[in-house]
């Protein structure tokens, strides 16, 4: 069976033409289903116009949370209540391409998936009319939840997305906490999984109503991302990569007072001291932060391979590192030693995420 959970707030407008076209696409995949209104409480009655339906549509429920708002709980509600062994959901306002959901099942059924996700970053899919802030935005967003979350999203190319299907199995036990709009980010932070399948899709624009995303869901985006990377322990790893990064900073600032005290220019000692401070971090990160992978990709090649990679990212942090340098001090006329610190702390931002993501890309949390 397949349990189709729709949260609503204010999609009065919406609801009539969605139900109709859900319910055609679920009648013609040939399983048994159901659809989940979760409504918190609309002042538009979307609730009451989803009640009117039931009697037409004898698989769709509704329900009414009263005391409570936001999205991503409003869907683990309806997972709750939901008896089917594929859980789904999907927007209320016809955003989310009904037919897709086809595909989405199809991934489960056929494929072998465990999740499948309705992707707006892989080939073939997209988003209509976006202007640039809208798309800065949305990128921004992915971008930093896979920085904070290298082991959950690496592969995932559009982990914001709000339409996707999963086998009961993937959270059966686990218990979602989500804060805010991104369901997606629990399933994957908490779900046991081996294959997520990505579909492409294109993101429709709106036709009634409007958008609910707001500051408060930002703010919400980033409790919820901070919690899960210190849930799943990628904050952690992140902690012990800061600390090894600080032993660089020893390493680094030592090399460049110790040349400059022998004669030697402050941008040549910094060249110097960077590239020492680099093999030290390599070692720590090696057998520590990153040590689990590290593991499991023994040999010398594997590890040659991974010093190059990290050589020729920390090169960019390098870059990143000496161009704050050059600018702080030759520009503002800041201490040459207070500006590395800055450079040091821009670049380490820079080596996380590329490191994580590429060099030991296998950072990827085991799941049970
Ligand atoms: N029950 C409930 N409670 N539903 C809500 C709430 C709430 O507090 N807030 C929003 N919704 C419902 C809306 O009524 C709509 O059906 C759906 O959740 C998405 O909300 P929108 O406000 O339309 O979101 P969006 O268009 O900006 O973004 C959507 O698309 C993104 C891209 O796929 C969301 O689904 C995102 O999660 C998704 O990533
Ligand atoms: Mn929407």
Known sequence: MISLVIPTYNESGNIGLLIKRVDGV????GHPYEVIIVDDNSPDRTWKVAQALCGEY??????????ERGLA???VRGWEEARGHILAVMDGDLQHPP??????????ERDG???SVASRNVKGGGVSRWNVFRRIMSWSATLMATWVLPGTLRTIRDPMSGYFALRRSVIQGCRLKPEGYKILLEVLGRGRYRRVDEIPYTFVER?????????RQYGEFMVHLLRLSWETGELKRFLKFSLVGVSG???NMGMLTFLTWNGLGYLPSGVFAVETAIVTNFLFN???SFSDFSKRSPGLFNRMKRFVGFNLFCTGGAGINLGVLWFLTGYVGIHYLISNLFGISMATLWNYGMNANITWESARAERK
């Open 207 to 215: 036709e009634q109503g409007g958008s609910k995303l707001g500051p």
């Open 113 to 115: 998936a465990d999740i």
């Open 73 to 75: 709980r409003a869907v």
């Open 99 to 108: 037919e897709t959901l086809t595909l989405l099942i199809k991934a489960l």
């Open 249 to 251: 900073i020893f390493v």
């Open 58 to 67: 004898p698989d769709l429920r509704v329900i009414r949370r009263v005391n």
């Open 26 to 29: 679920l009648k013609e995949s």
């Open 286 to 288: 090696e057998f520590w």
